[in-house]
């Protein structure tokens, strides 16, 4: 194997693939960056087993070149060296040579390095297969989906499927639903596609799948029973599923509301930022306070002091109520929502209320009230 | 107590006496911040009692008025919910009033805090007095002799003189020793006024000072046995001195030597950094090659593999040496010099060698090399 690449390309394609490489695995061979120099292109490889993705750099791009090829071959290089000593060289095109067993010469006109590779046999395979069934949905409309679900996905290995985002589609509209049963997020989003799905992709892989994802391009994303793989421009990321049922959460979302708060984001966020300044449990419970009049946000610490904020700009419909949650929740929930005009729906004191931007019912956000005793 | 307060001026003066306290002190007053409101101004506090820091807030400033004084009168508020409150509050004016004991209310038109204080006749009486021997000196020049010798200080407190800054004043000159027995910075400046003094600060108190400075102002320096003062603007630091006598370290710097090498900072730094990626021992040996026609600084790992790097523009005199040193003590000393022209000078392969800037006697960084076996 012997090339010379194009820095820019080899930063950013080992960029895309270490972000699959876990350093930390049992395998040591998974700590390493595949490359595989073949007769249209270099493929890097990097894959931790839950997530692995796969980029391509063609030998060409606009007609100009990006790889000289001298030999064809393969070889796997530690992700931590490879990715740095790509970063740091000064060239623009480097040069890699298979030297000997699995050492590999990297240079350029100032730096020579020989760094021990990775015996390439122990590389295992990875089917980055698209099978027939697939759906296109826009780059930043899926990173959007994710970014307004991710944050509810729980944290704990308890009950694994909860771990990840549920995607359902049915027919023509995907629904991402994620909850630690504290609080829920749903994305409802209309594709163009007519298909029948539903699988739990786990969190970090939607996390780095996002990181990918550069704006508007076209990705397809194929189901299978046990994974998922999504493919955009020239890369291939292919997640596991979690295993089980996601639980049923529809009855959960109530329909109707017997209150509706109406009021500001940017207000509400930097109150309860405030109001949570001077709370010491660990859960930074808070408590708004309304009526058609006034509406407040409070917190109180026995040991610290208390806060109370105003809230200026709103309409209220409903009766007297008196609620108390979680800040982080209510916050996490507003920033998703991404709207200045929000609504906050509510049926009572115990009961789950819900925040939505106002006019869009694409994205709910439910969150479980607090007992507080006041 | 009660007064209005101009937002920017308490969030400035809250910044600065915080730095001075700590959070883990085993006195609870001090985890405060002590508020004195006074017939002329607001002065604040904050101490871990090895710094203390005061500032002044002036009721006027350029004519326009800061505070509005209903009632005089002091309180201590806990640092770090004052601090969080005062930057988070939205009102440009801010009012604080002692309400009941230790209770202190803050407000603006949204927000309304009820914070406990903590009582203020525990806190303890700081001298703050300046005396009669006092050195002057530009904020920036200071400013520039911490950051050149500080992160040569010791980490390890075994030897506590070493984890601070040696400052010694001989009539008109001013020389700043830091090392930690591996290295040694030493800076030396002229200074307008003529004294005698012989203080080692420690290196966290120089830390908090530095992030005080703001530019060029002039700086009081008043040096007691057990503290040395600080007065820059409105606001005056009072440091403990580590007790002790600090090493002679003039014999340890040569006078004489029989290489010299002079390139380019840029350069070398950036071999370094790539040579020192494939280390893989704690302490980033790498090792520079010398002759008066090639110059390789190169590293090698049995388990990664090696580098090699070339520096194009050099200048050398002497015989050929090669010689091996901590990658990070050797990018510190030439990032502390801070010009791109740089001359290294040595006397053989385990003999200290100086790094200094081209033409500039005034800072001297010394390093000490390691025995390798390759």
Do not use: W
Not at 62 to 91: P, R, S
Not at 274 to 296: F, G, Q, Y
């Amino acid at each position: 194997m012997r090339f010379i690449i194009s820095k820019s390309h080899l930063v950013n394609g080992l960029n895309i693939v270490t972000k699959g490489v876990s350093h930390n695995t049992p395998i040591p061979v998974l700590t390493g960056v595949k490359f595989e120099l073949k007769e249209d292109g270099l493929i890097l490889i990097g894959s931790d087993t839950d997530i692995s993705i796969k980029t391509f750099i063609p030998f060409k791009e606009n007609k100009k070149e990006v790889i000289t090829v001298f030999d064809e071959g393969e070889c796997v290089l530690q992700a931590k060296y490879i990715n740095e000593i790509a970063k740091k060289m000064e060239g623009e095109r480097i040069e890699f040579e298979l030297i000997d067993g699995n050492l590999v010469k990297i240079s350029d006109q100032k730096t020579n390095v020989n760094l021990n590779g990775i015996s390439v046999e122990e590389y295992p395979f990875i089917d980055f297969a698209l099978n027939s069934e697939v759906i296109k949905i826009k780059g930043d409309v899926l990173k959007r989906v994710i970014q307004q679900t991710i944050f509810a996905t729980s944290q704990k290995e308890t009950r694994p499927i909860l771990t990840g985002v549920n995607f359902k589609i049915d027919g023509n509209t995907l629904e991402a639903t994620s909850t630690d049963t504290y609080r829920l997020a749903r994305k409802k989003i209309v594709i163009g596609d007519t298909a029948y799905f539903n699988v739990t992709i786990p969190s970090k892989s939607l996390t780095e799948i996002s990181k990918i994802i550069e704006g508007n391009e076209e990705i397809h994303i194929s189901f299978y029973e046990k994974k998922v793989i999504f493919k955009l421009n020239n890369t291939i990321i292919s997640s596991r599923v979690i295993s089980g049922t996601y639980p049923e959460t529809d009855r959960l979302v109530p329909k109707e509301f017997e209150i509706k708060l109406e009021t500001i984001a940017g207000d509400v966020i930097s109150s309860i930022e405030r109001a949570s300044l001077l709370t010491t449990d660990r859960n930074n419970i808070v408590r708004l306070h309304m009526s058609p009049d006034k509406i407040e946000i409070s917190s109180r610490s026995q040991e610290v002091g208390s806060v109370v904020e105003r809230i200026e700009e709103f309409k209220y419909e409903g009766s007297k109520l008196e609620i108390s949650f979680s800040a982080g929740y209510v916050l996490d929930a507003i920033k998703a929502i991404g709207s200045e005009d929000i609504e906050i729906l509510f049926n009572g004191e115990m009961k789950p209320f819900i925040i939505k931007g106002k006019k869009d019912d694409s994205l709910t956000q439910l969150i479980l009230p607090v007992r507080t005793y006041q």
